[in-house]
């Protein structure tokens, strides 16, 4: 019997006008790897620590003993995500609080031609902000600096992009690569024979 393939959509909370992707993944992905999977398709860099909230539990990479959570290679989305979940929440960055808000669209997708191992992006709006800008609340005010050359703060906010991010080219706010994410999805491997999690026993 085949894997399951889950098609989700997200978005990237209390930013206007909204960012969002919708990907779909095999559905016996670990919650480590839909990591993984979520920061090539955002646009992030995997510097920060994140956590899952699903149905009411927490997952992290590496739960701190202080704060009950439970480990993220040990559950996979198929035990976790039944048709009736509403929302998955995602926090990366817990400096900058990027909080995303993830939805199931279809359970038993079926991918397009071209996409064999199971993953892929199918369309999204806009730019991941850069990393380190500050959060949500912040990200506005860096646009209006950057894109207004009479802001007091363009220029600094300009020469702080390229050299942070070692950019060529000037930060596009409404750019989107499809292409390139996928191209980058298409390198995942499918996985013959997965390790058991603590979901499987």
Request: a negative charge.
């Amino acid at each position: 019997m085949s894997t399951p393939i889950y098609l989700f959509k997200i978005e990237l909370d209390d930013i206007k006008p909204k960012i969002w992707r919708e990907f779909f993944v095999p559905a016996d992905l670990t919650l480590a790897d839909f990591h993984q999977v979520i920061q090539q398709v955002m646009g992030w860099h995997n510097a920060h620590m994140h956590e899952f909230e699903i149905n009411g539990e927490r997952y992290h990479e590496k739960p701190d003993p202080e704060i009950p959570a439970r480990r993220t290679r040990a559950y996979r989305l198929m035990n976790l995500v039944p048709d009736q979940t509403k929302v998955i929440h995602y926090t990366y960055d817990f400096g900058d609080s990027w909080e995303h808000s993830i939805k199931l669209v279809k359970a038993a997708f079926t991918p397009p031609e071209g996409f064999a191992n199971g993953y892929g992006c199918l369309r999204g709006a806009r730019a991941c902000p850069p990393e380190d800008i500050g959060g949500p609340y912040v990200y506005p005010d860096f646009l209006a600096a950057l894109n207004d050359p009479d802001n007091p703060e363009h220029s600094e906010m300009k020469e702080w992009y390229a050299d942070f991010f070692d950019a060529d080219e000037p930060f596009d706010s409404e750019r989107f690569d499809l292409q390139e994410v996928n191209k980058v999805l298409a390198r995942i491997k499918a996985k013959k024979s997965r390790k058991k999690t603590e979901a499987d026993i």
